[in-house]
C-alpha cells in the first residue's frame, strides 16, 4: 500500500484531478506588463483602512497597466465571519466606486470566468490538490486530537529531537495505510498537514518587490493545509487561488512575511510558479505621547473605512490622502498638476512606499480642502444633501427646501473666484461652519458699547446692498461719519486719531451678522439672509 492509496482512502469521492481543475483556468491573454490584481478581505464587519490601502493599492496596479481587478472573498475561517459581514464588505466597496473586473455578486452570480470568487464555495477544488499532495507524499492525514494546535507537534519534539530542533514535525506524518485505515474505521475526523521536507537548518532568500531580497528560516513545520471540516487555512487556499486566478501580483500586508517561508514551500510542492509579492508596510498612528502604533480598530475610529462616509469625506480626497501614502511622489505630481485627476498619477509596483505610513488626519483634512475647494457650489449642495440624507436627515429636509438659498450658501467665495476658500473638509462640518445660516448666532463682543455705537449707526441707514462694493461704500461711510479710519493708510500713520480702523468696522458688523471673527463675503451673507433677518442681527 501506497500513498496513492491513502489519498484514495481519505479522499473516495474527489476524482478530479489538479490537470482538470486547470482546464477550468485558462492562462490569461494578457501581457506580461498587465497586472492581475486583486483584493482579498476576510470579511469581519468592517473594513479596515490597512485592507482598503492594499485594495487600493492592487486597484492602481491593475487600471495603470491595463489589467484586472478582481475581488475574492476569503471567508473560510467561518468563527470569524459574521453575519453580516459580507454585506458590510460590498456595501463599503461599493461607497467608494472600487470597480472590481471580476467577483460575485451579493446574491451569488460569479462576474468573470475565474470563479467562484468566494473561498467558501471552493471546497471541492482545495481537495483535489491536497488529494494530490498526499498522493505524492507531500501531505498527509492528521489525527491529532487538537490537531489545530500545537500539543502533539511539541511532544514529539521533545522526545525525538534536541533542544534546538526547529522542525515541528507532527506525529502522524508517517502513518502506513493500515494505521490511517484504523483511524478512519474508530470514526476519527482528520486534517490534512503540509509534510515539509526541511530540517530547521534551512535559510531561504526570497524576493519582495516593496523591500527587495528578504532571507528568513526555511519553513520546518507540518502545518495543516486542510483543516478536519474540510476547509483550508490561508496559505493554501492562497496558493491555490491565486495560481487558478492567474494573479501576477499579491498585494498584502507585511505582517504576512514571517509565514512567506512557508507559503515558498507550499508553491514549490504543488508545481506553481512562485508569485510576486508586495508586503506593505501597516499603517501606524502616532500617539499623545508622539510614540508610533500600529492604527487600531479598538482605539483609532478612522481604522475604519465607514469613519470617512459618515462624516462626509469626499472619496477623491481619501484616494488623495492613500495616494500619498503609498507614493512620496504624489505630492509633487500633485503640485505640478493641480487640476489632473489622481487617476492620472502612475506608478510602479516596485515604488510602493516601504517606509511606514503614519496616519495623519490633519494631513487628510488638508487635501480634503483642496478636493473641496475645486467643486461648484451646486456640487458641493448637491454632495451635502446625499450625506445629510443618510446621515442627517432632518438637515437634508431643510437644505432641500431651500435648494436655491442653501446652493448661494454653497457657493459663497467659490463660485469664480480663483482661489476658493479653503475651510471645509467635510459634509458633516458644515452645518456648524454655517451655523448662522440655520440660526440666530449668540454674538460676543469684546468692546460692546462700541460695536453698538457702530451697529445703530449702520442700522439707521441700512438699506440692501446690491454689490459688494456698494456695501462697503455703506459702512465706510457711516464707519467715516463715526470717526473710524477709512484709508488704511492713515490710520496706521496715527492709529490715536481713530476709534479704529474700517476692518474693525466691518469686524463689529460680521460678529453681528455672524457671531464669527472670520466668515466668507459678508455681503453674501447679507443677501441670503435678506432685510428683516440682517436688520434684527444688527440690533443688539
Ligand atoms: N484574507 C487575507 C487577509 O484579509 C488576505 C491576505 C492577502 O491579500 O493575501 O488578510
Known amino acids: ?300 475610529p478612522e481604522s475604519n473605512m465607514m469613519f470617512f462616509i459618515e462624516n462626509g469625506y469626499p472619496n477623491d480626497a481619501v484616494f488623495e490622502y492613500l495616494l500619498n501614502m503609498i507614493s512620496s511622489h504624489f505630492e509633487i505630481w500633485r503640485k505640478n498638476n493641480p487640476t489632473l485627476n489622481w487617476r492620472e498619477f502612475k506608478f510602479k509596483p516596485n515604488e510602493i512606499t516601504a517606509v511606514t505610513p503614519i496616519f495623519d488626519l490633519v494631513k487628510l483634512n488638508d487635501i480634503s480642502k483642496n478636493v473641496i475647494a475645486t467643486y461648484s457650489g451646486e456640487q458641493l449642495y448637491n454632495n451635502w444633501v446625499k450625506w445629510a440624507e443618510e446621515f442627517d436627515a432632518p438637515l437634508a429636509e431643510v437644505l432641500k427646501g431651500d435648494r436655491e438659498k442653501y446652493t448661494k450658501v454653497c457657493s459663497m467665495d467659490r463660485d469664480g473666484r480663483p482661489k476658493p476658500r479653503k475651510d471645509i473638509y467635510n459634509y458633516k462640518m458644515m452645518k456648524d461652519k454655517f451655523h448662522y445660516i440655520f440660526e440666530r448666532p449668540v454674538s460676543n463682543f469684546e468692546e460692546k458699547e462700541k460695536a453698538k455705537e457702530l451697529l445703530d449707526a449702520y442700522l439707521q441707514n441700512f438699506k440692501m446692498p446690491t454689490s459688494n462694493e456698494e456695501w462697503f461704500e455703506d459702512v465706510k461711510q457711516v464707519a467715516g461719519k463715526l470717526g473710524y479710519a477709512t484709508d488704511n493708510k492713515l490710520y496706521k500713520e496715527n492709529p490715536d486719531a481713530f476709534k479704529g480702523n474700517i476692518a474693525k468696522a466691518c469686524e463689529f458688523i460680521r460678529i453681528a451678522i455672524t457671531g464669527e471673527k472670520d466668515s466668507p463675503t459678508l455681503f453674501n451673507i447679507i443677501e441670503i439672509l435678506g432685510e428683516e433677518e440682517t436688520r434684527k442681527r444688527l440690533s443688539i
Open 1 to 300: 500500500m501506497n500513498n496513492k492509496d491513502i489519498a484514495d482512502l481519505i479522499f473516495p469521492d474527489v476524482t478530479l484531478t489538479p490537470e482538470e481543475i486547470f482546464k477550468r483556468y485558462p492562462k490569461r491573454n494578457l501581457q506580461k506588463d498587465q497586472y492581475v490584481t486583486r483584493f482579498a478581505p476576510s470579511p469581519t464587519g468592517l473594513v479596515h483602512i490597512g485592507n482598503f490601502f492594499q485594495a487600493f493599492i492592487s486597484y492602481n496596479l491593475a487600471r495603470n497597466s491595463n489589467g484586472v481587478l478582481f475581488l475574492r472573498v476569503e471567508d473560510t475561517d467561518r468563527k470569524r465571519e459574521k453575519a453580516e459581514a459580507k454585506k458590510v464588505l460590498y456595501d463599503v466597496l461599493g461607497r467608494f466606486g472600487l470597480d472590481f473586473d471580476e467577483y460575485q455578486t451579493l446574491d451569488g452570480k460569479d462576474i468573470g470566468d475565474y470563479g467562484p470568487y468566494v473561498q467558501s464555495q471552493r471546497n471541492d477544488i482545495y481537495k483535489v490538490f491536497a488529494k494530490k499532495l498526499v498522493e505524492e507524499g507531500k501531505a498527509f492525514p492528521c489525527f491529532c486530537k487538537k490537531t489545530e494546535g500545537k500539543e502533539d507537534v511539541l511532544k514529539l519534539r521533545e522526545s525525538k529531537f534536541d533542544e534546538n530542533d526547529e522542525r515541528e514535525y507532527d506525529p502522524c506524518r508517517d502513518l502506513t495505510y493500515e494505521e490511517v485505515k484504523k483511524h478512519l474505521d474508530n470514526g476519527e475526523t482528520f486534517a490534512i498537514r503540509f509534510k515539509t521536507k526541511n530540517k530547521g537548518d534551512e535559510r531561504i532568500k526570497f524576493k519582495d518587490i516593496i523591500k527587495g531580497e528578504l532571507e528568513a528560516k526555511a519553513n520546518a513545520k507540518d502545518f495543516i493545509i486542510l483543516k478536519s471540516d474540510g476547509t483550508p487555512p490561508y496559505a493554501f487556499a492562497h496558493a491555490i487561488d491565486d495560481t487558478l486566478m492567474g494573479t501576477t501580483i499579491v498585494v498584502r500586508g507585511e505582517e504576512y512575511i514571517a509565514s512567506a517561508p512557508a507559503h515558498i514551500e507550499l508553491f514549490e510542492a504543488l508545481g506553481f510558479k512562485l508569485i510576486d509579492y508586495c508586503h506593505n508596510p501597516l499603517i501606524y498612528k502616532l500617539n499623545e505621547q508622539g510614540n508610533r502604533r500600529k492604527i487600531s480598530k479598538r482605539y483609532d
